[in-house]
Antibody, heavy 122, light 110 residues
Framework: QVTLKESGPALVKPTQTLTLTCTFS??????????VSWVRQPPGKALEWLAR???????FYSTSLKTRLTISKDTSKNQVVLTMTNMDPVDTATYYC??????????????WGQGTMVTVSS | QSALTQPASVSGSPGQSITISCTGT?????????VSWYQQYPGKAPKLMVY???KRPSGVSNRFSGSKSVNTASLTISGLQAEDEADYYC??????????FGGGTKLTVL
């Protein structure tokens, strides 16, 4: 069974750095074609793609947020970590991690975590 | 990267068919056959319904179908059922090796 689960603080203060962890099971991030992405969704608003890390270590970021984002992986722990610096109240959102596996479902997010809500407030 | 354009809302009666459009540019929707559609219930994570424009994951009803013409993709739901009432998002892989989502469409089953 393939699962992903996000974890991190529920509340961060403005200007702080957010660190989120995606812990997954049922697949390996060393398998060719496997990628993990982060997507967020502010309350009542649309989904927004943030970042992706590939099986071979390649990393890609949202153009508008790339200066604030860092994505990394620990394949031994089956984890992907996203850090976002200089948090602002507009960054309040549910943050999801999701799998992409081109062999299974092309360039789409076929399995999603349950999401973790992050509120930015002083 | 600008969001893909979707209608804010669509509605239909049980048994009817509805279509949700998703308009992008030659840098995203028109660039590859990598458009996907997601269904999201309130408070829940999105669920993949269609990928690579026309393909359905295992377990997704064949009432859901996708298509694309140039820079506009579409999701059609036939034989509308009450359980289809949800938010639907399109997404496209882009020439920049990133993804872009649509603004979302709220489907109401009358």
């Amino acid at each position: 069974q393939v699962t992903l689960k996000e974890s991190g603080p529920a509340l961060v203060k403005p200007t702080q750095t957010l660190t989120l962890t995606c812990t997954f099971s049922g697949f390996s991030l060393t398998t060719s074609g496997v990628r993990v992405s982060w997507v967020r969704q502010p309350p009542g608003k649309a989904l927004e793609w943030l970042a992706r890390i590939d099986w071979d270590g390649d990393k890609f970021y949202s153009t508008s947020l790339k200066t604030r984002l860092t994505i990394s992986k620990d394949t031994s722990k089956n984890q992907v970590v996203l850090t976002m610096t200089n948090m602002d109240p507009v960054d309040t959102a549910t943050y999801y991690c999701a799998r992409i596996w081109t062999t299974v479902a092309g360039m789409s997010f076929d399995i999603w975590g349950q999401g973790t809500m992050v509120t930015v407030s002083s | 990267q600008s969001a893909l354009t979707q209608p804010a809302s669509v509605s239909g009666s049980p048994g009817q068919s509805i279509t949700i459009s998703c308009t992008g540019t030659s840098s995203d929707v028109g660039a590859y056959n990598y458009v996907s559609w997601y269904q999201q219930y309130p408070g829940k994570a999105p669920k993949l319904m269609v990928y690579d424009v026309t393909k359905r994951p295992s377990g997704v009803s064949n009432r859901f179908s996708g298509s694309k013409s140039v820079n506009t993709a579409s999701l059609t739901i036939s034989g509308l059922q009450a359980e289809d009432e949800a938010d639907y998002y399109c997404s496209s892989y882009t020439r920049s090796s990133t993804w872009v989502f649509g603004g979302g469409t709220k489907l109401t089953v009358l």
